[in-house]
């Protein structure tokens, strides 16, 4: 499924029909580029779950957690470099009773459930190939990749939302 967010309010609003949807157990991970929306997209998140915490990128603190309808544990995988480094967050024993949000998290937490939401967002880029310098006006694109039946799940609750950015209604 992939959908045009037109504004970074946009972004804000998938974010928050996601978390509006989302289940403790949920796993969503954030893909894209620097500036992508990822932390926007996971404050709109934390507003679906009614969390009243300012949600920041937790860059340098590596993961977050979030008071809400259900605890947000928010994880900047970024600087993680090894397994050990990942363990250490012990994010399997929160899963199950959180929902939980991974930026840069593609190649490092897909062995913690066989369902999650994977969303990859986009920005243009330039005639060079390049990324563009970017105002809250922009488009960008989220391609949702469903993986198991909760991720399908979400993703199908996220669209009844949000169906008119949809421009393609695809799931996988």
């Known amino acids: 499924m992939k959908l045009v967010a037109p504004t970074v309010e946009d972004i804000h609003r998938v974010g ?3 978390g509006e ?7 969503v991970m954030l893909n894209g580029p620097l500036g992508a929306g990822k932390t926007t997209m996971t404050q709109g998140i934390a507003d679906g779950l009614e969390v009243t915490d300012h949600v920041s990128s937790p860059t340098f603190v590596i993961a977050q957690i979030h008071p809400g309808k259900y605890d947000l ?3 900047d ?4 470099t090894s397994m050990e480094e990942l363990d250490a967050l012990d994010l399997d ?4 009773d959180s929902v939980t949000v991974v930026e840069w998290g593609s190649g490092k937490v897909e062995a913690l459930t066989g369902s999650r939401l994977e969303i990859d967002i986009e920005r243009p880029t330039g005639a060079d190939g390049g990324h563009v310098e970017l105002g809250a006006d922009e488009p960008r694109t989220l391609t949702f990749r469903p993986v198991g039946p909760r991720g399908s799940a979400l993703a199908e609750a996220v669209y009844a ?3 008119d950015l949809a421009v393609d209604r695809r799931v996988g």
């Open 16 to 18: 928050r029909a996601l």
């Open 21 to 27: 949807s989302a289940q403790p157990g949920d796993l």
């Open 73 to 75: 544990v928010h994880v």
């Open 77 to 80: 995988a970024y600087r993680l």
């Open 93 to 96: 024993t929160s899963l199950a």
């Open 161 to 163: 939302k949000v169906a």
